[in-house]
């Protein structure tokens, strides 16, 4: 018989993987799944929720958080993202409104603050990419607006919307610049391809070993650090534009427009007209 006056053992911290296990088994267990890996629908997570004494309101929020939540593609982990640093950035905010008002009003922002087009529309969700078009080229160049345009580098831009409440939604916002560090890696080959010329040459004039091989480890290594650092830059500027439209939303300021500039509102009004067709 156990002596009650004897020590409890101490209890073992759980860290966070262990937590998450632990609370989504003890959730199969108290609905009565048998098996894991079994779907939960909302309302049985709902009800679960209830059982053991999470409100509705924080559980809304957290499905709408993980149904916005972007899984970090296998590249991310790669040699090339360890080599000239990330190609993806994200940013997610519960901002009030309607879901279908603040991805319309996404959309308008991206649209007309960043220059990007529709690539595709879902229900909750629209992908963009940068336009193509001449004059939205000048503005860009010549930074019309005082904007940096720090999207447009990207491959493509999305953005999920999800309702959390009647008045309050979840927004998740992915912009993924892989064509930006592809063309990183194609300067690195082209600068190794230069230094191993370099060197072939000073190899084939009877230069010593030591001085001919310094082309080929050095001119590399600059190219790599200088796209290191082009990627970085480009990856350093896109969170701060994605949280800057979050701002907005947060603010609902997004139904306001600010004042732009004469040339902005020429490149705007011809790129607006439909192309002729003969």
């Given at each position: 018989?156990?002596?009650?006056?004897?020590?409890?053992?101490?209890?073992?911290?759980?860290?966070?993987?262990?937590?998450?296990?632990?609370?989504?088994?003890?959730?199969?267990?108290?609905?009565?799944?048998?098996?894991?890996?079994?779907?939960?629908?909302?309302?049985?997570?709902?009800?679960?929720?209830?059982?053991?004494?999470?409100?509705?309101?924080?559980?809304r929020?957290?499905?709408?958080?993980?149904?916005?939540?972007s899984?970090?593609?296998?590249?991310?982990r790669?040699?090339?993202?360890?080599?000239?640093?990330?190609?993806?950035?994200?940013?997610?905010?519960?901002?009030p409104?309607?879901?279908?008002?603040?991805?319309?009003?996404?959309?308008?922002?991206?649209q007309?603050?960043?220059?990007?087009?529709?690539?595709r529309?879902?229900?909750?969700?629209?992908?963009?990419?940068?336009?193509?078009?001449?004059?939205?080229?000048?503005?860009?160049?010549?930074?019309?607006?005082?904007?940096?345009?720090?999207?447009?580098?990207?491959?493509?831009?999305?953005?999920?919307?999800?309702?959390?409440?009647?008045?309050?939604?979840?927004?998740?916002?992915?912009?993924?610049?892989?064509?930006?560090?592809?063309?990183?890696?194609?300067?690195?080959?082209?600068?190794?391809?230069?230094?191993?010329?370099?060197?072939?040459?000073?190899?084939?004039?009877?230069?010593t070993?030591?001085?001919?091989?310094?082309?080929?480890?050095?001119?590399?290594?600059?190219?790599?650090?200088?796209?290191?650092?082009?990627?970085?830059r480009?990856?350093?500027?896109?969170?701060?534009?994605l949280?800057?439209?979050?701002?907005?939303?947060?603010?609902?300021?997004?139904?306001?427009?600010?004042?732009?500039?004469?040339?902005?509102a020429?490149?705007?009004?011809?790129?607006?007209?439909?192309?002729?067709?003969?």
């Amino acid at each position: 018989m156990t002596d009650p006056s004897s020590p409890k053992p101490p209890s073992r911290a759980l860290d966070r993987s262990s937590l998450e296990r632990v609370l989504a088994r003890a959730a199969e267990l108290q609905s009565g799944i048998g098996e894991p890996g079994e779907e939960f629908t909302e309302e049985q997570l709902l009800e679960l929720g209830r059982e053991v004494g999470l409100s509705p309101q924080n559980l809304r929020q957290a499905l709408a958080e993980e149904r916005t939540r972007s899984v970090v593609p296998d590249e991310e982990r790669g040699f090339a993202a360890s080599l000239f640093g990330p190609s993806r950035v994200r940013a997610a905010r519960t901002v009030p409104g309607k879901a279908s008002d603040v991805l319309g009003a996404v959309d308008a922002w991206m649209q007309r603050q960043e220059l990007l087009i529709v690539k595709r529309h879902h229900a909750d969700r629209i992908v963009w990419e940068p336009r193509q078009d001449f004059l939205v080229g000048i503005k860009r160049a010549f930074k019309v607006g005082g904007r940096d345009y720090a999207l447009s580098h990207a491959f493509e831009v999305s953005a999920t919307v999800i309702s959390v409440d009647e008045g309050r939604s979840q927004v998740g916002l992915d912009a993924d610049f892989r064509t930006s560090r592809g063309r990183s890696a194609q300067q690195t080959a082209v600068t190794s391809l230069v230094g191993a010329s370099a060197t072939a040459s000073l190899f084939f004039m009877g230069v010593t070993a030591a001085v001919a091989a310094a082309p080929v480890l050095i001119v590399p290594a600059i190219g790599i650090a200088g796209a290191r650092a082009y990627q970085g830059r480009i990856v350093t500027r896109a969170p701060l534009a994605l949280e800057q439209l979050l701002d907005q939303l947060e603010r609902a300021e997004y139904g306001r427009r600010g004042p732009e500039s004469l040339l902005g509102a020429i490149v705007a009004a011809a790129s607006a007209i439909p192309p002729r067709r003969f």
